[in-house]
């Protein structure tokens, strides 16, 4: 799974191919969510903290994961994203 971002901690990652929704797998201090495009815990767990964190990040960079879902979908090589 190439991750793509990573910050305070959090390490941010996006299958190739995966299934919908949109989403993102956030990984911290042992725990690991999926998320969705639109910040909605989707599956797992984070601290508070890191959760909200990863929020503010995904609403940042809304459109490069969108770039980013679309590209993994059809195989391309996925870009990195500024982290927080």
Known sequence: MPRIS???????????????PPHFHAAHGGREAAISLAGELLQ??????????????ARIHSMELWRNWSRARTSRPLVRIKPL
């Open 44 to 57: 797992g767990r984070l601290p508070p903290r890191a959760l909200r964190l990863v929020r503010q990040w």
């Open 6 to 20: 990573s910050f305070h901690g959090i390490d941010i990652a996006m299958h190739y191919d995966d299934h919908p």
